[in-house]
């Protein structure tokens, strides 16, 4: 079965430190990659995406991952954060088969806390 | 620790039917879960969070007495989509809150085609 991991169960960051979050799946064809950040009490907020094109993405507040194709990782940076950034961080995998695809598989989340 | 389970996985059903999801955690209770619901080729969409003993709160724009959610207990939350079309054909999933000092966890999802 396709499965992603996330390596860092709970992170712990001062303010303006750098960021990276692991983000690592088992699927060897073609994908579509998301993280997702979830604030206390709130709903899951779509951070960034990667469909096709720069393996380098851009998501909202200052957040960037990285698509390494080789390496089947996908991992999360942000070169300094705010304490208003501590979340729980998920990343999720949907196979690409072209005109479909697969189910949405997450990963186990990391839990980001930064010290003011 | 801390497993969602949803249920079913996949299933199929005709135009017109009603079809019931299923979501539990397994080893916590939650008060809170979440309703998701996946259109081809984009991010999850939040349809409505499920709140125990009382009614969900649903996003703009999805129909409450199409998508009917239950949290009878701390454990158990329930989908069910009425009258299936097949536009309803989508990828559901739920998630659940561990606790505030904790974090969330998601189902395995639900893979619902309308024939």
């Known amino acids: 079965a396709q499965s992603v991991s996330q390596h860092n169960h709970h992170v712990i960051l001062s303010e303006a430190a750098s960021l990276e979050l692991g983000c690592n799946y088992s699927?060897?064809?073609?994908?579509?990659l998301f993280w997702y950040v979830q604030y206390p009490g709130q709903h899951l907020q779509l951070l960034l995406k990667?469909?096709?094109?720069?393996?380098l993405v851009k998501g909202i507040k200052g957040f960037e991952a990285e698509f390494i194709k080789s390496k089947f990782s996908f991992n999360l940076r942000k070169p300094s954060v705010q304490w208003s950034d501590t979340a729980e961080y998920f990343c999720?995998?949907?196979?690409?088969?072209?005109?479909?695809?697969?189910?949405?598989?997450f990963g186990k989340g990391t839990k980001l806390s930064v010290k003011p | 620790g801390a497993v969602v389970s949803q249920h079913p996985s996949r299933v199929i059903c005709k135009s017109g039917t009603s079809v019931k999801i299923e979501c539990r955690s397994l080893?916590?209770?939650?008060?809170?879960m979440f309703w998701y619901r996946q259109f081809p080729k984009q991010s999850l969409m939040l349809m409505a969070t499920?709140?125990?003993?009382?009614?969900?709160?649903?996003e703009q724009g999805v129909e409450k007495d199409k998508f009917l959610i239950n949290h009878a207990s701390l454990t158990l939350s329930t989908l069910t989509v009425t009258s299936a079309h097949p536009e309803d054909s989508s990828f559901y999933i739920c998630?659940?809150?561990?606790?505030?000092?904790?974090?969330?966890?998601f189902g395995s999802g639900t893979r619902l085609t309308v024939v």
């Open positions: 998630s659940a809150e561990r606790g505030p000092n904790y974090g969330y966890t």
């Open positions: 990667y469909f096709s094109g720069d393996p």
């Open positions: 080893d916590f209770q939650a008060t809170t």
């Open positions: 999720a995998v949907v196979e690409n088969y072209g005109g479909s695809q697969g189910n949405l598989i």
């Open positions: 699927y060897g064809g073609t994908v579509n």
């Open positions: 499920s709140n125990e003993g009382s009614k969900a709160t649903y």
